[in-house]
């Protein structure tokens, strides 16, 4: 599989400039802004925004990348526009996720050939794309497979020992 970068820019200002703990950037080059202080604490106003398939920007310098997520966190979170940022780290993960473009492999299922074997991870197929929610219900989906799986082969074992 083919693998896409993903760039994250941290930034700390001096207040808090967000009630909701993230909010989504439709048709921005950075795709989501998280509220750390959720996290944190209330008084650390940590921001991170985050850029999947971040082909376009990955070359950038770090002062061009943390000022286009400025831009855009001042033109979707008003508060963000008197606030000062105090600190500004940019985080580049070059191969940080696979692509789902049309000609790569398909997913593979939770089930595989080998029986009791079971996967899962964001990468395998649960309809959604490769992202931590992903992970979860792929998780979910295999602790089900093996709680099925165990549950047929103790009636077999029952059987047998009923014969």
């Known amino acids: 599989m083919t693998s896409k970068p993903i760039v994250t820019v941290n930034l700390w200002y001096d ?9 989504g950037l439709p048709g921005r080059a950075m795709q ?6 959720a996290v944190f604490g209330n008084g ?8 999947s398939g971040a082909e376009e920007i990955l070359s950038r310098s770090n002062e ?9 966190l001042r033109s979707a979170v008003p508060a963000a526009n008197g ?16 692509s789902l473009a049309p000609g790569q492999p398909p997913r593979p299922a939770t089930a ?4 009791g074997l079971f996967l899962a991870g964001d990468w395998i197929d649960t309809g959604l794309p490769a992202t931590i929610e992903s992970a979860v219900l792929s998780g979910h989906r295999a602790a ?4 099925a799986y165990l549950h047929s082969s103790d009636d077999r074992v029952t059987e047998k020992q009923r014969n």
Do not use: G, Y
């Open 144 to 147: 089900a497979a093996v709680r």
């Open 112 to 115: 595989t050939a080998v029986p």
């Open 44 to 51: 650390a106003a940590h921001l991170s925004l985050v850029s």
């Open 32 to 37: 989501w802004v998280f509220d750390k202080s």
């Open 64 to 72: 061009a990348i943390v000022a286009l997520a400025w831009d855009e």
């Open 83 to 98: 606030a000062t940022v105090r600190r500004a780290v940019v985080v580049r993960e070059r191969r940080a996720t696979f």
């Open 15 to 23: 207040r808090a400039v967000m009630e909701d703990v993230f909010v």
